[in-house]
């Protein structure tokens, strides 16, 4: 039955009035709003019209639907009715610095933290962290970690504790207070081992909150397996022969405990739909589509009590919307519990790739070994390697997975994504003191409509210099190379693979011309975002180079690299450079004497 508070004259007002505008959904941020909900609910204080007892926000049918779900079991003390007090402004989020707050500051002031602002000497306190949920009383954090102690004989890490105590807050009532949990940290961290052991407390949990369903998906299958397997193996031992029940079967792993029928299942993203979660848990969330989790996961857990949505994952360049959006929404309305809780160790934005301090504001468990590893992956990416099949260009691999840093917009299907940030070739401004050699000179057509000439030279220090010329003709581009190799005596020449036939007989350095295609191209956009990375090219005066490197577009492709998106876009003089700077890469062979 609707509640008379929905009723009244007031409220059909002041929900006119906050609708109008068609705002987002104050608690998912990802669909337009169609009710007002009363803060606190009208189930959970006593509601007197017109007294400012409460405020209305925003919200979907979903999260509507799912709130009075939780809140139909509720059966809390209800306090006689106030005398009307004055309306009163509703408190302002907290104040924090683009940096979060720190370990000591008075907002972390909670019961169930004190024990954990005492950050160890190996540990770090998360850059950015949601204020603790005013609804809470308490957390089940420290039960969790008692649990995992004695299954395994190893204590939680302190993160672990921390993300335990925060993700596991619960009301007086002994609900949980937060409907999504997001956690990101940079790689090889304890992450898959918190999240076996929290699918495994969880699904114990039906005592409290009847059978408990549990569903881990993510980005990869084999993955979210491999995380389990060690728990499949434990249960599978003859002291739990007549308490877990384990599937193995490929596509079907889950364990079962027999007392209820509760169950920790493993699944692809793709097949999540229909499921009815307990507890939802996605891993690698940055290459989950939204859709899955908003379509597949959430709606199947909105009549459940206490479920809950643990969203955990690495920074990545090419992450869909999902965490993009809500971490934009964290950031940017830290204080907001109201949305879902954020809780991210992280370099901050202007750090550079080899400031120790930010590697460590990413690693919430540090140690010498992970020092060491760090700066090994940091010289395998300035030697252009990369161990993310995902991200060919290893500075952005080295910047997602050791600094987790993530991107402020979400990947683009289907149109590629720019080759550089404007910024980041604007910062490349410059010019070299002195040349190491005669330099590369790179000839290119334009699909019959003209040509571009390129010149690369290097300072024998690891930077390059770049220059050259969109032209309207191809014999215009001829001109503009022989000017280039009059002032650079010896310097070498490549050509489009296509046009080598149409040199010039009389042009220098036309026997010994390379020819240069598709291969050179792909290891060019790769060597290019690796130089401008470090600022290791430079360029003065470049309005035609510069048009055109803001213009590409580039895609992955399937067998490793990076190709340049066909988007009508003018490349023959990017392509030449890309050329130039590949070649620049190779000392030239000496030749035999005869």
């Given at each position: 039955?609707?509640?008379p ?5 007031g409220?059909v ?10 705002p987002m ?9 169609t ?16 007294t ?5 926000r ?12 939780i809140?139909s ?5 209800r306090?006689a ?15 924090h610095?683009a940096?979060?707050w ?5 907002i ?10 005492d950050?160890?000497?190996d540990?770090t ?5 949601t204020p603790p949920?005013?609804a809470?009383v ?5 039960q969790?970690a008692?649990y995992a102690l ?6 939680l890490?302190?993160w ?9 807050e619960?009301?007086?009532a ?9 956690l990101t940290?940079?790689?090889?961290v304890?992450k898959?081992?918190?999240?076996r052991e929290a699918c495994?407390w969880?699904m114990h949990?039906g005592?409290?909150w ?11 299958l ?15 031992g ?24 509760s169950?920790w ?6 097949s999540?739909?229909?499921?009815t ?22 709606p199947t ?8 949505l ?39 934005p202007?750090?550079d ?5 930010g590697?460590r ?10 020092q060491?590893?760090?700066?090994q ?19 952005e ?10 991107p ?6 289907g ?7 404007p910024?980041?070739?604007?910062a490349?401004a ?9 330099g ?7 699909r ?7 010149f690369?030279?290097g300072?024998?220090?690891?930077r ?8 309207q003709?191809?014999?215009?581009a001829i001109d503009?190379?022989?000017g280039f ?9 490549i050509?489009?693979a ?6 010039p ?6 026997l ?12 060019g956009?790769?060597l290019?975002?690796?130089?401008a990375?470090e600022r ?8 035609d180079l ?14 490793g ?9 003018r ?10 700077l590949?070649?620049a ?7 035999a004497?005869?």
């Amino acid at each position: 039955m609707t509640s008379p508070a929905y009723a009244t004259p007031g409220y059909v007002r002041e929900r006119a009035r906050i609708l109008a505008d068609g705002p987002m959904c104050a608690i998912c941020r990802c669909r337009v709003a169609t009710e007002a909900d009363h803060v606190p609910p009208v189930s959970r204080h006593a509601h007197v019209d017109g007294t400012g007892c409460c405020t209305l926000r925003p919200s979907c049918a979903t999260c509507a639907r799912r709130q009075g779900a939780i809140l139909s079991g509720y059966r809390g003390p209800r306090p006689a009715p106030p005398i009307a007090p004055p309306p009163s402004p509703a408190p302002a989020a907290p104040v924090h610095d683009a940096d979060g707050w720190p370990a000591d500051d008075p907002i972390w002031d909670v019961d169930w933290l004190e024990a954990l602002r005492d950050v160890p000497a190996d540990a770090t306190w998360p850059r950015l962290m949601t204020p603790p949920h005013p609804a809470a009383v308490g957390s089940y954090g420290d039960q969790l970690a008692a649990y995992a102690l004695e299954r395994t004989g190893r204590p939680l890490r302190w993160w672990q504790r921390l993300y335990a105590a925060r993700a596991l807050e619960h009301d007086a009532a002994g609900l949980l207070c937060w409907d999504a949990c997001d956690l990101t940290v940079a790689r090889q961290v304890g992450k898959s081992y918190l999240m076996r052991e929290a699918c495994l407390w969880r699904m114990h949990q039906g005592g409290r909150w009847d059978v408990q369903t549990v569903v881990h998906t993510g980005k990869d299958l084999p993955v979210c397996v491999e995380i389990q397997r060690p728990a499949r193996r434990w249960a599978r031992g003859e002291a739990f022969a007549d308490v877990y029940k384990v599937r193995d079967a490929n596509g079907q792993e889950q364990i079962e405990l027999l007392a209820d029928g509760s169950r920790w299942l493993v699944k692809a993203k793709e097949s999540v739909y229909g499921l009815t979660a307990s507890m939802a848990v996605v891993d690698e969330a940055w290459a989950v589509p939204a859709t899955i989790i908003e379509e597949g996961l959430v709606p199947t857990m909105v009549e459940l009590p206490a479920s809950q949505l643990w969203l955990v994952s690495t920074a990545h360049r090419k992450a869909t919307a999902l965490m993009v959006t809500r971490r934009n929404v964290a950031v940017a309305e830290l204080g907001n519990t109201d949305a879902d809780l954020w809780i991210e160790w992280s370099a901050p934005p202007g750090a550079d790739l080899d400031d120790e301090a930010g590697w460590r504001q990413a690693s919430p468990h540090w140690t010498p070994r992970r020092q060491r590893l760090i700066g090994q992956r940091l010289t395998a990416a300035r030697a252009g390697e990369t161990d993310d099949p995902d991200e060919p260009d290893p500075f952005e691999a080295f910047a997602a997975q050791w600094l987790n840093r993530w991107p402020t917009v979400r990947r683009r299907a289907g149109h590629g994504e720019p080759l550089l940030e404007p910024a980041a070739w604007a910062a490349c401004a410059g010019a070299l003191a002195s040349y190491d050699g005669p330099g590369i000179v790179a000839l290119e057509e334009n699909r019959g409509t003209g040509a571009a000439a390129a010149f690369v030279a290097g300072d024998g220090d690891g930077r390059y210099e770049v220059d050259g010329r969109a032209c309207q003709s191809w014999s215009e581009a001829i001109d503009l190379v022989r000017g280039f190799v009059a002032a650079r005596p010896g310097a070498r020449l490549i050509v489009g693979a296509r046009m080598n036939n149409q040199l010039p007989a009389d042009l220098p350095g036309r026997l010994g011309a390379q020819r240069a295609g598709t291969t050179e191209t792909g290891r060019g956009l790769v060597l290019l975002r690796a130089l401008a990375a470090e600022r290791r090219v430079v360029h003065d005066g470049t309005v035609d180079l510069d048009d055109q490197i803001i213009r590409a577009r580039v895609h992955n492709l399937a067998g490793g690299g990076l190709g340049l998106v066909n988007n009508n876009a003018r490349t023959d003089l990017l392509r030449a450079t890309l050329w130039a700077l590949d070649a620049a890469q190779v000392t030239p062979p000496v030749p035999a004497i005869r």
